[in-house]
Structure formats: structure tokens, C-alpha cells
């Protein structure tokens, strides 16, 4: 068996001790973890805090999520009402840049409705890192950019630019 596979059984399991000890052993690793993305980001909202907390380490360090996970970190960018989760699904979408391109609507809605705004400023700088092909993101970016708390207007205004005004 893998060690994804391990991996995945460990983030899955009732015990929280299992989750937190899969969560460090994959916080751990030296070179880049791929395949768990989805379930990481869920432990991101585990209940538990020290699960929460080493899931934000293993999303830190060790985590590169893979195109093949573009739909599911969508899905529970749209579908989760769990603010870390959100953070964490639009990271893991920015750091795929332009694969991540059909998750723009994912991240619109994120910038526009989630009530947690680090969520927000990372779906804006998700679509920053996406660039071009999250043209159709300018309009909602510029009405962000006209409304929003400071941090969020500036990091909307520099989207625009990194997606391109002509686009």
C-alpha cells in the first residue's frame, strides 16, 4: 500500500491521535506530499484543534495539491460554511495557478459571500495566481475593489492587474 493510501486512512480514521499522527508524519516529509490535498483541507475543520492545527502545517510545508483536484477543492470552497476550509481549498487552488482556471466560479462566490474574510483575501489572491484565465473574475474583482475592507480592496485591485485589464 502507499503511503497516500496510508495517508488518506489515517485523515479518515475516528481516532483523532491517528489523524494528528498521519497529520505530522506527512508535515514531515521532505519532499512534496500529492494525493491527500482534498483530505487535508478537510482536517483543516476537524473539531479537534490540534488536528486543525497540524493540517494548517502539513498545507503549509508539504502539501502540493494536483489538477486532479481542482472540482473536489472547488466543491468545498462553495460547499463548506468552515472558514479554515475555504482559506486553505482557495490556497490550494492558487497554488495550481492557471490549472486551477475551472475553479473561477468557486472563488468568485468565495470573494463574494463567505463570511470569513482571510477566505476572501485568498480566493482574491487565488484568482491573482490563476491570471489570464480567470478573465471572466475582473467585474466581480472590480466591485470588490470599489467595496470591501482595505486589505481586500487592495489585494482585488492588484488581481485585476495580474489578470490583465484587457483580458
Given amino acids: 500500500m502507499s503511503a497516500n493510501c496510508d495517508w488518506a486512512e489515517g485523515l479518515a480514521s475516528d481516532s483523532v491521535d491517528q489523524r494528528i499522527a498521519t497529520l505530522r508524519k506527512i508535515s514531515n516529509q521532505e519532499d512534496p506530499v500529492t494525493g491527500v490535498t482534498v483530505c487535508c483541507v478537510r482536517a483543516a475543520g476537524d473539531s479537534d484543534d490540534d488536528v486543525r492545527m497540524w ?3 502539513a498545507l503549509s510545508h508539504a502539501i502540493t495539491p494536483m489538477a486532479t483536484e481542482v472540482d473536489s477543492l472547488a466543491d468545498l470552497l462553495t460547499h463548506s460554511d468552515d472558514g479554515e476550509i475555504c482559506y486553505w481549498a482557495a490556497t490550494m487552488l492558487g497554488r495550481l495557478k492557471s490549472e486551477a482556471a475551472a475553479a473561477v466560479d468557486a ?5 463574494a459571500n ?3 474574510l482571510p477566505a476572501r483575501e485568498r480566493a482574491v489572491w487565488a484568482l ?3 491570471g489570464p484565465a480567470a478573465a471572466k473574475a ?5 466591485k470588490t ?3 470591501a475592507p482595505p486589505r481586500l480592496k487592495r489585494l482585488a485591485k492588484e488581481a485585476i492587474k495580474s489578470i490583465g485589464n484587457a483580458a
Fill in 138 to 142: 475582473i467585474e466581480s474583482l472590480e
Fill in 55 to 57: 493540517a494548517a502545517e
Fill in 107 to 111: 472563488l468568485q462566490e468565495c470573494v
Fill in 128 to 130: 491573482a495566481e490563476i
Fill in 145 to 147: 475593489a470599489q467595496a
Fill in 114 to 116: 463567505s463570511m470569513y
